[in-house]
């Protein structure tokens, strides 16, 4: 089971196709920290985090955590123990991170990508996930869908679903 990107503005799995947006600076198979761009690949996919103060328990075969106030996902290329990894945010952390519980409503459905996860190489880019978006504006290096179209896609996809971006 393989949901696909071909292009930069259609996702595809089986046969349906969702609009999405994809990082401001295209595609790469070379990505980096910070440079805007979604990584070329085929990869799987991690759990399905909700904001369940904003919506249900969605219907899916995914694994689902609900997002916490302290949540946050490392994106600190000077913390080798935490880059790439959800984190609980402190006062005391130091390191930089991308909150998980926002203000605006990309990250009321989130699925992580598991690209660079096993052996992580500091630098290589973090927080890559596929979340929601109101307009498709372009995204950081993320996979962007509307809240409807999300919320179909992962009534579809189960664990073992890998996603392919050529």
Do not use: E, M
């Given at each position: 089971m393989l949901i696909t990107l071909k292009n930069k503005?259609?996702?595809?799995?089986?046969?349906?196709?969702?609009?999405?947006?994809i990082g401001k600076n295209g595609l790469t198979s070379n990505k980096k920290e910070g440079d805007k761009k979604t990584p070329k690949g085929?990869?799987?996919l991690d759990k399905l985090y909700y904001r369940k103060d904003r919506l249900k328990?969605?219907?899916t075969k995914l694994k689902c955590t609900p997002i916490i106030k302290k949540m946050g996902w490392?994106?600190?290329?000077?913390?080798?123990?935490?880059?790439?990894k959800l984190i609980n945010i402190?006062?005391?952390n130091k390191i930089k991170y991308e909150k998980m519980y926002r203000r605006d409503n990309n990250y009321d459905l989130v699925i992580p990508?598991?690209?660079n996860f096993?052996?992580?190489k500091l630098g290589k880019g973090s927080a890559i996930f596929i979340h929601v978006t109101k307009n498709y504006k372009p995204t950081e290096g993320c996979i962007a869908?509307?809240?409807?179209?999300?919320?179909?896609?992962?009534?579809?996809?189960n664990k073992n679903t890998k996603i392919q971006i050529t």
């Open positions: 503005g259609t996702l595809n799995y089986k046969n349906f196709f969702f609009r999405c947006a085929t990869f799987n328990k969605p219907k490392c994106d600190d290329i000077n913390s080798k123990k935490n880059y790439n402190n006062k005391k990508i598991k690209f096993k052996k992580t869908l509307k809240k409807s179209d999300l919320l179909i896609l992962i009534k579809l996809i």
